[in-house]
């Protein structure tokens, strides 16, 4: 106990007697702190922006994609409906699961070109824009042009586009652009494109991409009405990433080949009769 008293006594002694230098230190520990709690901010910050507006915005928080021919550059989904309603019996809150068709190519404008990335949004068909969330992003950014010109076919492959690409492409509101794009099959294709809105872009990830209407993306990409490249699942809550890898493992393990069959006839001199060939593993 005396010696505890000796210590405390000890201290408040330099305490008072360096009145001068404690002061220094004690700004000193408080700007470290500072510092550190800035800097644990923006990381935090950075982490929230990059994992939970752009990466879900690109890639779902599942994406669910079949290679054709064991080709990684080929994603080919050939019956969509089968894998949409797996996911939606078997994924729980699910907020949207979503075509992903984009492809990568080269733009040009007026005298100008420029690589960008043509992203689909399902606004549907015949249905209000304004009702999907697709739609909703379009309009929250919006600085030129209406949502619903996206839907008119009065436009040949009506386009959203950011203002700083545009800039760069030299082109304006109802200008047109040329792109070339590759098929599901192989092909590459040219097509022509009309700017029908400019959107206000807040992120420099955002400003390569150009929108356009699913259904008009699909078919140049000559994809059918049931094809898809790949699903994007995005739920209403994000728990954890390893709560998602849980939700990943499930679909995986659901995803067993079903059996091979195709019908045929066997013949037999001059009778046939129907059959069906199938597969053993």
């Not at 000796?6 to 008072?16: D, G, K, M, V, Y």
């Not at 800035?38 to 079949?66: C, P, W, Y």
């Not at 996911?87 to 190519?105: D, G, H, K, M």
């Not at 849980?246 to 037999?268: M, N, Q, S, T, Y």
């Amino acid at each position: 106990m005396t010696r505890l008293k000796l210590l405390n006594s000890l201290a408040f002694r330099n305490l008072i007697r360096q009145r001068r230098r404690n002061l220094l230190l004690g700004v000193a520990i408080a700007f470290g702190t500072m510092i550190l709690i800035l800097a644990n901010s923006f990381s935090r910050g950075i982490t929230d922006t990059l994992l939970n507006k752009i990466v879900v915005q690109m890639t779902g928080h599942i994406e669910l994609a079949v290679l054709e021919r064991s080709r990684a550059q080929n994603l080919l989904m050939r019956d969509r409906a089968f894998f949409t309603n797996l996911l939606q019996q078997n994924l729980p809150e699910i907020r949207e699961i979503s075509e992903n068709v984009a492809v990568f190519s080269r733009a040009i404008g007026i005298g100008k070109g420029e690589n960008v990335i043509v992203v689909p949004m399902d606004l549907g068909a015949g249905a209000d824009p304004t009702k999907s969330s697709d739609a909703e992003y379009l309009v929250s950014r919006a600085s030129e042009g209406k949502i619903e010109d996206l839907l008119s076919p009065q436009y040949e492959n009506p386009v959203a586009i950011f203002s700083d690409k545009a800039k760069a492409l030299n082109v304006k509101l109802f200008d047109t652009l040329k792109m070339r794009l590759k098929t599901v099959s192989g092909q590459e294709q040219s097509a022509r494109f009309t700017i029908v809105m400019v959107l206000k872009s807040e992120s420099m990830f955002e400003s390569g991409a150009l929108f356009l209407p699913l259904k008009n993306l699909k078919a140049l990409r000559g994809l059918r009405e049931n094809e898809s490249g790949s699903l994007q699942v995005t739920f209403k809550r994000f728990d954890s990433p390893r709560a998602v890898i849980r939700l990943a493992d499930k679909v995986h393990a659901l995803l067993k080949p079903g059996v091979a069959a195709i019908g045929c006839e066997l013949a037999f001199g001059k009778k046939t009769v129907p059959a069906t060939t199938g597969g053993l593993l």
